[in-house]
C-alpha cells in the first residue's frame, strides 16, 4: 500500500514594517527556555514556497491574551533558536534521505 501523505500546513499572514501582508506557512515550533519560537518560509497565494530559507520569530502574547509573532531581537537568542531549528529540520531530511 502506498504511503500518500498530504502536506497541508498552517498558513499565517504577517504585515511587515511598510504594511505589507505576506503569507508564511508553518515549518515548525518549539519551545525553548520557556518561550515559543515558530519557523516559517515565505509562501505565495497558491501556498508555494517562495524561497528556500526561512524566519524565526518568537511567539508573545499582548495586553489583551492575543498571541503575537515578533522578531527575535537579541543576537545570543536568535542564534541558539536557529541552531536547534537546524538541527531538527537537518534530521527530517536526513532520515527522508535514507529511507530512499
Sequence with gaps: MENNEIYDPEIFTLTDDEGNELNFALLGSLEHEGNVYKALVPVD????????????????EDEDGETLLETIEDDEEWENVAD????????????????G
Excluded at 526561512?54 to 508573545?60: A, D, E, N, R, S
Excluded at 536526513?94 to 529511507?99: A, L
Design 45 to 60: 497565494e497558491n501556498g508555494e514556497e517562495t524561497s528556500d530559507e526561512y524566519v524565526i520569530l518568537k511567539c508573545v
Design 84 to 99: 536547534i531549528f537546524d538541527d531538527e529540520f537537518a534530521n527530517i531530511f536526513y532520515d527522508e534521505d535514507s529511507e
